[in-house]
Structures are given as structure tokens and as C-alpha cells.
């Protein structure tokens, strides 16, 4: 096989690992946004003074 050719195909295989590596970093940084306004939601939801009690009266 070529030097040459050899040297571009792993070049190429390299910058396709480099390409997939920086879209699954950016996948999971949107995740953790995502996450985060989720639990930061939920936060604001919570009503802590509700279901303290129980009115089992007839």
C-alpha cells in the first residue's frame, strides 16, 4: 500500500472520530440543559404544604 494513501485514509478515519466525539459532546451538553430546566420546573411545581393532611371524615 502507498505511504501516502495510508497517511490520508487515517487522517480521514481520525478526523471522523474527532467529528463523532464533538457531536456526542454536544448531544450531551444539550441534554444536561434539558435535565436542568426539567428539575428547575419541577422546583417551582412543588407545593410542599399540600397532602400534609388527610381528611377521611364521611
Keep these: 500500500m502507498d505511504v501516502a494513501a495510508l497517511s490520508i485514509s487515517l487522517s480521514q ?5 474527532n ?3 464533538r457531536l456526542l459532546q ?4 444539550q441534554s444536561q440543559l434539558q435535565a436542568s430546566s426539567v428539575v428547575q420546573m419541577l422546583e417551582r411545581s412543588v407545593q410542599p404544604h399540600l397532602g400534609g393532611q388527610l381528611d377521611i371524615r364521611a
Design 13 to 17: 478515519s481520525a478526523l471522523s472520530q
Design 19 to 21: 467529528v463523532g466525539i
Design 26 to 29: 454536544m448531544a450531551k451538553e
